[in-house]
C-alpha cells in the first residue's frame, strides 16, 4: 500500500511539469529548466496547455500571425522565448509584460511594424534580444531604456530611416549590435551615431554595410563616414539693437535683442522668455513682412532675421529671455536677465540694491554692442531710462531719445 502512495504522490508532483499541449514536445534539461519544443508544427497561435513552469519555450518556425495579451499567461517562468520565422504582424500592448524572467527573446524573421515597447520596461534582465527581418520604421528613443543587461542587440534588415539621439545610451552591458541593412537617410539627425560608434567599445557588426540610401550625395556610402562639414552644431550670440531697422518704430520705451545664429544645417531660432507672471515660449517668428502679427504674442514681436522687439517695455516684461539655436545635430542657447528702473537715476537705485553692480558710466548700448561673453554663466542686467523731455538749445521742447544703459556687464549665460 505504501509503494502505492508514493507512486500516486510522485505522479502528481510530476505531472504539472510534464503536462505539453499535443503539438509540442517537452522534457527537463540537466539544469533542470523545463523544454517546451512547439518548432516546425505549423501553429498559427500559441499553444495551450502548457505547463506553468516551462522555462525555454521554443516556437520558431511555425506560422504564427498574432500575439496577444494573454499568449504567456501560462508560462510566467520563461527565460528564453524563441519566435524566429513566423508571420507575426501583431503584438498587442502587454504581450510580454509578465514575462519578468526573459532572458532571450527572438522575434527575427516576422512582419512587425509597430511594436509595444512599453513591455520591455519589466523586462530588465532581457540579455539578448532579436529583432531583425522586420518592418520595423522607427524605434522611440526610450525603448531600450530599462534593459540594463542587454548584451546583444540585433536591429539589422528593418526599414530604419533614423535612430534617434541617445537610442543606445541606457545599455551599460551592450557588447553587441546589428544595424545594417536598414534604408539610413543620412541627415544630421544620424549625425550623432556616427560620433557614438567612434567613442563606443560596442562592437557594430558589418558597421562597413551600415549604409546611407538618402541623401543622394550620400547614397551607398557608410553612415561612419558622414563627412564632419556636413553637420555642425549651432553657435548663439546675442545682441542688444538700439532700434529696429526697416520695420516701424513704436511709441514708449522698446527692447530690442538680436539673435545671431550659425550652423549646418542652418539653426532654427525659438525664443523662450520667463517673467514673474508667467512663461512665453516663440518657435519661429510671428510678423510677417508687411508687419502683421500672425500669432497672438503681441507683447514680444519676432522677425525672421532673429530680432525680437517688446514695445512699450514696462515692469511686468522684466525677466530672463533665452534664444536658442536649433538644427539636426544639437540646441545651443544664451540668456539675458532684463531689469528696468524707472527713476531720476536709475542706475543709483540699482547699486544701492546690488552693491556687486559696477556701473560702467552710462555708456549708451547702441546697435551692434555685443554682451561680453567674458563672464559666461552670470547675469547681464540691462536698465533703461524713462524717456522724459528736454528742451532744445532753441528753446523748444524736443523727446528725448530712448537710452539705453549697460548698467551691470558680467557676461551672458551660456
Known amino acids: 500500500m505504501r509503494p502505492l502512495l508514493c507512486c500516486l504522490g510522485l505522479a502528481a508532483l510530476l505531472g504539472p511539469c510534464l503536462a505539453c499541449p499535443s503539438a509540442c514536445s517537452c522534457s527537463t534539461k540537466k539544469n533542470g529548466r523545463l523544454l517546451a519544443e512547439c518548432a516546425y508544427k505549423d501553429l498559427q497561435e500559441v499553444p495551450k496547455g502548457l505547463s506553468s513552469n516551462v522555462t525555454i519555450l521554443t516556437l520558431s518556425a ?24 513566423n508571420q507575426i504582424g501583431v503584438v498587442e500592448p502587454g504581450a510580454f509584460a509578465l514575462l519578468v524572467h526573459l532572458k532571450n527573446l ?14 520591455l520596461r519589466n523586462l ?14 522607427g524605434l522611440p528613443w526610450d525603448a531600450f531604456r530599462f534593459l540594463k543587461d542587454l548584451r546583444s542587440l540585433w536591429l539589422n534588415d528593418n526599414e530604419l530611416t533614423t535612430l534617434a539621439e541617445g537610442t543606445f545610451d541606457n545599455l551599460p552591458s551592450l557588447s553587441q549590435l546589428q544595424i545594417f541593412n536598414n534604408p539610413f537617410n543620412c541627415s544630421c539627425k544620424v549625425f550623432w551615431l556616427k560620433k557614438w560608434t567612434e567613442k563606443t567599445s560596442v562592437s557594430i557588426t558589418k558597421g562597413g554595410s551600415t549604409l546611407c540610401v538618402a541623401p543622394s550625395r550620400l547614397k551607398g556610402r557608410a553612415v561612419t563616414d558622414i563627412p564632419d562639414h556636413h553637420c555642425i552644431a549651432p553657435s548663439v ?15 514708449g520705451l522698446t527692447l530690442t535683442l538680436h539673435c545671431s545664429v550659425a550652423g549646418s544645417p542652418p539653426p532654427e531660432i525659438r525664443w523662450k522668455i520667463q517673467t514673474s507672471s508667467r512663461r512665453v515660449e516663440i518657435n519661429g517668428p510671428n510678423v510677417a513682412r508687411d508687419g502683421n502679427v500672425k500669432q497672438s504674442q503681441e507683447r514680444f514681436l519676432v522677425f525672421k532675421n532673429g530680432t525680437m522687439a517688446i514695445p512699450n517695455f514696462r515692469k511686468e516684461d522684466e525677466g530672463i529671455y533665452t534664444c536658442l539655436a ?20 536709475p542706475a543709483e537705485d540699482l547699486l544701492q540694491d546690488d552693491p556687486q553692480a559696477s556701473h560702467l558710466g552710462g555708456r549708451s548700448c547702441y546697435k551692434g554692442d555685443e554682451m561680453d561673453p567674458s563672464g559666461a554663466g552670470e547675469k547681464l542686467v540691462i536698465v533703461y531710462h524713462m524717456p522724459r523731455e528736454s528742451k532744445s538749445r532753441s528753446g523748444g521742447v524736443v523727446p528725448q531719445a530712448h537710452l539705453g544703459i549697460l548698467l551691470l556687464a558680467v557676461g551672458i549665460v551660456l
Open 62 to 85: 511555425n506560422r504564427i500571425g498574432w500575439l496577444g495579451q494573454g499568449s504567456f499567461a501560462e508560462v510566467p517562468e520563461v527565460q528564453s522565448l524563441w519566435l524566429g520565422y
Open 237 to 251: 550670440q546675442l545682441t542688444y539693437l538700439s532700434n529696429l531697422d526697416n520695420t516701424v518704430m513704436y511709441d
Open 326 to 345: 536649433v538644427n539636426d545635430v544639437g540646441t545651443r542657447d544664451v540668456s539675458v536677465n532684463v531689469a528696468l528702473a524707472g527713476s531720476e537715476n
Open 106 to 119: 527572438d522575434l527575427s524573421h516576422n512582419k512587425i511594424a509597430d511594436f509595444p515597447w512599453q513591455d
Open 124 to 137: 530588465s534582465g532581457l540579455q539578448i534580444l532579436k529583432m531583425n527581418n522586420n518592418r520595423l520604421a
